[in-house]
C-alpha cells in the first residue's frame, strides 16, 4: 500500500494519491564443479487513484548471470539484463511539463550486457580483472520529446589487486565510459556526447576485526565529442564500509562521486556524490529490520541547476516459513 503526498512532485497545487504496488519476483541458482548459473525475472504493478492513465504502469525484467572457471588462474563471468520501465510522473523529462502531466507515461527498454575476466590464482599475490559492458536504454512512447533521452553506454574497465595481507589488497584501476546519444546536440547547439576517463587508487579489506569495506580515491577526466567545450577534471572517490557493532546489528556506509547520464538539452551529463548510512538488525530468527537514510546533490554541469534530495527509509522482514518472507 502506498501513500503519495505530492504525486506530480510540483512545486504548489500538490496531489497526493493513495494506491498498491505489486512485485512477485522467481530466481533459479545452479552451480555446477567449474560453472554456475543464475536467473531472476520480475512483474511489478502500480496503480493510484487519479484520473487518466498516467498512475498505472506494468514493469517487468530479466537477469542471467553466468560464471565459468575452465582453470584454477582463469575465471571468466557473463551477465545480462532486460528491463521495461517507465519514468515517474513528474520527473525526467515530464518535469518540464506546465500544470499537471497529462500525457502517456514515458516507457523505455533498456539492454544490458557484461564480461569480465579475472587472472590470479587464490594463494598469488596479485590478480588483473577486465571488464566490458554496455547499456542501451530506447523511449517506446512520446517519440516526439523523448527521442533526445535515448542513449548508449560503453565501459571498458582494469582493475589490478595486490594483496599484501590474507585480508588486504591495494587495488589500482583504469575505466573509460562512452555516453552517446540519438540526438547529442543541447539547446545551445553543443554537443552532449562525451568520454569519461578515471584513474584511481584505493584498499579493500575483508573481516578485519568487525569492518569490511573499500576506499578508492582517483581523477577523473569529461571530454566533450567534437572538443566544442573544455574537459572537465573532477576528484573521484569511493566508500564502502560495513560495520558489525553486534552479531545482531550491523552498520553499512556507502558514498562516492559518479556521473550519470543527462535528461536535459540544456545539460551535458550530472555529476553526483551520494552519501548513504543504514542500520540492520536481526530481532530474532524471523524477524529483521533496516533504517537508513540518503543523501545525493546532483550538479547539472552546463547549467546553474543544483538538486538536493533527501530520503529516509525503515522496512521490515518477517519470516513466515522457510518459503514465504514478508
Excluded: C
Excluded at 582453470?71 to 523529462?93: N, V, Y
Excluded at 527498454?109 to 579475472?118: A, F, I, K, P, V
Excluded at 552519501?275 to 538488525?281: I, N, T
Amino acid at each position: 500500500a502506498v501513500s503519495v503526498e505530492n504525486y506530480f512532485y510540483q512545486d504548489t497545487n500538490t496531489v497526493s494519491a493513495y494506491g498498491y504496488r505489486v512485485r512477485p519476483e522467481i530466481s533459479v541458482n545452479r552451480a555446477g564443479k567449474n560453472t554456475q548459473l543464475g536467473l531472476t525475472s520480475f512483474a511489478e504493478n502500480s496503480d493510484f487513484d487519479l484520473r487518466g492513465n498516467v498512475d498505472n504502469a506494468v514493469d517487468y525484467g530479466f537477469t542471467s548471470d553466468f560464471g565459468w572457471k575452465p582453470l584454477i588462474r582463469h575465471a571468466f563471468e557473463l551477465s545480462g539484463e532486460f528491463r521495461r520501465g517507465h519514468d515517474a510522473t513528474g520527473l525526467q523529462r515530464t518535469e518540464l511539463s506546465t500544470g499537471a502531466f497529462a500525457g502517456e507515461l514515458d516507457l523505455w527498454n533498456q539492454t544490458s550486457g557484461e564480461l569480465l575476466y579475472r587472472y590470479g590464482s587464490p594463494d598469488a599475490l596479485g590478480s588483473n580483472t577486465l571488464r566490458a559492458a554496455q547499456t542501451i536504454r530506447r523511449y517506446t512512447t512520446n517519440r516526439a520529446d523523448t527521442v533526445f533521452l535515448d542513449f548508449s553506454v560503453r565501459t571498458l574497465a582494469y582493475e589490478l589487486a595486490y594483496e599484501y595481507s590474507p585480508k588486504t589488497a591495494l587495488i589500482f584501476g583504469l575505466e573509460q565510459r562512452a555516453i552517446d546519444y540519438s540526438r547529442p546536440i543541447t539547446s545551445s547547439g553543443s554537443n552532449r556526447n562525451g568520454n569519461e576517463f578515471t584513474i584511481g587508487t584505493g584498499v579493500r579489506w575483508v573481516a578485519t576485526g568487525k569492518t569490511s569495506g573499500e576506499m578508492q580515491l582517483g581523477i577523473r577526466n569529461f571530454s566533450i565529442d567534437g572538443r566544442q567545450s573544455p574537459a572537465r577534471q573532477s576528484l573521484a572517490w569511493k566508500v564502502a564500509v560495513n560495520w558489525d557493532a553486534s552479531t545482531t546489528a550491523r552498520l553499512k556506509l556507502n558514498a562516492g562521486r559518479t556521473t550519470s547520464e543527462t535528461f536535459r538539452r540544456d545539460t551535458f551529463y550530472i555529476d553526483q556524490r551520494k552519501v548513504d548510512l543504514s542500520w540492520l538488525q536481526t530481532w530474532n530468527g524471523r524477524l529483521s529490520s533496516s533504517a537508513g537514510v540518503g543523501y545525493t546533490r546532483s550538479e547539472f554541469v552546463g547549467s546553474a541547476r543544483n538538486d538536493n534530495f533527501i530520503s529516509p527509509f525503515v522496512s521490515a522482514d518477517y519470516l513466515v516459513t522457510r518459503r514465504l518472507t514478508m
